[in-house]
Nanobody
Framework: QVTLVESGGGWVQVGGSLRLSCKSSGADGGFFSKSHVAWFRRAPGEQRKFVAR???????IYRDVVKGRFTLSRDDAKNTMSLQMNSLKPDDTAIYYCHLWNSDGEYWGQGTQVTVSS
């Protein structure tokens, strides 16, 4: 069974940075490398929305409000994806979820809280 475990959330002041990580386990070798990856977030009182995701051509697609501030990366050798978040704003406060999908199905992490305080 595939499991995604996030880490790196926490509290930060406006303008600060955080790095979220998500590690995949429970699958055979090559499962992670053939998968698309993404980060979503759910702010208080709102629906979950995508933040960044890998595209079909290997490019990374970002939500407009995080462009230039957030960077999604992946390390297929370590079955890990990351989200580097810089210049954080109060509106970035949310629960962040990693998401992985391929022809076998889709999987979600449990979520990690990010709080940006002014």
């Amino acid at each position: 069974q595939v499991t995604l475990v996030e880490s790196g959330g926490g509290w930060v002041q406006v303008g600060g940075s955080l790095r979220l990580s998500c590690k995949s386990s429970g699958a055979d070798g090559g499962f992670f490398s053939k998968s698309h990856v993404a980060w979503f977030r759910r702010a208080p009182g709102e629906q979950r929305k995508f933040v960044a995701r890998s595209g079909d051509g290997g490019e990374i697609i970002y939500r407009d409000v995080v462009k230039g501030r957030f960077t999604l990366s992946r390390d297929d050798a370590k079955n890990t994806m990351s989200l580097q978040m810089n210049s954080l704003k109060p509106d970035d406060t949310a629960i962040y979820y990693c998401h992985l999908w391929n022809s076998d199905g889709e999987y979600w992490g449990q979520g990690t809280q990010v709080t940006v305080s002014s």
